[in-house]
């Protein structure tokens, strides 16, 4: 094997250590357990990602790339009707929430004390707006968004109403259950939108 696979491989390794850490412990786990969960030095983490904010970014990102977020979302947005592409595209990121939810909310959690974790968190949700706006524009582009909006107002509205925290307080703080809170997003976003 060559040494270019191998490190990718301890890479991936160290990073699925992480997240399980993360998922179990908390975004604040240290390095020297992940260290030793994935069976390496903790200087291998300094070398592979360069540092702790680096590991993290990479931590998410890996997700991202695991669960086929991007490719998700893309396929959604070239739904000809744009009531099922808002749908699907929501369908697609709340399938996504319901993987990412123990490392997410531990990210939210320590983002406003911890600039590795606010770093790696900002990374994603940048990301993501950013597709979402992909999504309004094409909304905008055939003039289906409803009066009022911007495609950018559009796509931070939507970012914001199928936010991560939006999933929690729904199924969480108030017990919906998840279909009931993923049809009525759905609706709610479809309605406000859309014409």
């Given at each position: 094997m060559s040494s270019l696979k191998r490190a990718e491989r301890t890479k991936a390794e160290i990073l699925d250590s992480a997240w399980d850490l993360v998922a179990k412990e908390g975004a604040d786990v240290s390095l020297a357990t992940?260290?030793?969960?994935?069976?390496?030095?903790?200087?291998?983490?300094?070398?592979?990602?360069?540092?702790?904010?680096?590991?993290?970014?990479?931590?998410?990102?890996?997700?991202?790339?695991r669960l086929s977020i991007k490719d998700g979302l893309f396929n959604a947005f070239s739904e000809k009707d744009p009531h099922t592409r808002l749908d699907k595209t929501v369908d697609v990121w709340l399938d996504f929430v319901k993987e990412i939810y123990p490392v997410a909310t531990d990210l939210i959690r320590l983002r406003s004390t911890d600039p590795d974790a606010a770093t790696a968190w900002s990374d994603r949700m940048s990301e993501l707006r950013a597709w979402l706006l992909t999504l309004t524009k094409s909304f905008e582009k055939d003039q289906l968004l409803s009066k009022g909006w911007t495609a950018q107002s559009a796509a931070e509205y939507l970012w914001a109403g199928i936010s991560v925290q939006s999933w929690e307080q729904l199924t969480i703080d108030c017990g919906w259950p998840e279909e009931f809170a993923r049809t009525h997003l759905k609706q709610a976003m479809s309605r406000a939108l859309l014409v």
């Open positions: 992940i260290a030793k969960a994935a069976g390496i030095s903790r200087q291998s983490i300094y070398d592979h990602f360069g540092s702790r904010g680096g590991m993290l970014i990479a931590l998410v990102r890996r997700a991202d790339d």
